[in-house]
């Protein structure tokens, strides 16, 4: 089984020096999560990306890429190619989107590749707004 994972060199703002090497950067190793989005309006799109992003960040993975599905037209399988692509570890959905209905269906589909779906809430009432729409 492969680790899902994303390596980056860090740059001088995030140096993390290691005992034996100290001043010289260290290798970070995040897991790759992959996200999905499904809104019309411009305000709910944006609501819905930093709500996977800020969710990817606590969870302290890396979001490689962000679906785009305005009308509810990307297939369970299409989110599989993707997700396996980027090597992703995780796909965030955020709730409501109508993606988020077929949960189990695309969390069945995504342990070919030995990665996980979740459901990221909403995180705080203004971002609640594109749950209605």
Same mark, same amino acid.
């Given at each position: ?37 499904? $809104?019309?309006?411009?305000? #709910?799109? /944006? ?5 996977? =992003?800020?969710? +990817? %960040? ?24 993707? $997700?396996?692509?980027?090597? #992703?570890? /995780? ?5 409501? =989107?109508?993606? +988020? %209905? ?32």
């Amino acid at each position: 089984m492969t680790t899902k994972t994303e390596t980056r060199a860090t740059g001088v703002e995030q140096r993390f020096p290691a005992s034996s090497t100290e001043g010289n950067p260290t290798t970070v190793t995040r897991p790759i999560a992959v996200g999905y989005v499904s $809104a019309v309006s411009d305000d #709910a799109h /944006r609501q819905q990306h930093q709500v996977l =992003a800020t969710h +990817a %960040a606590s969870a302290g993975m890396s979001l490689a890429h962000v679906v785009e599905d305005p009308h509810d037209s990307v297939t369970l399988s299409e989110l599989l190619e993707i $997700a396996d692509a980027y090597g #992703a570890a /995780r796909m965030f959905l955020p709730e409501g =989107a109508p993606m +988020a %209905a077929r949960y189990r269906s695309l969390t069945d589909v995504l342990k070919r590749i030995d990665a996980v779906c979740a459901v990221v809430p909403a995180a705080s009432p203004s971002t609640a707004e594109w749950l209605c729409a």
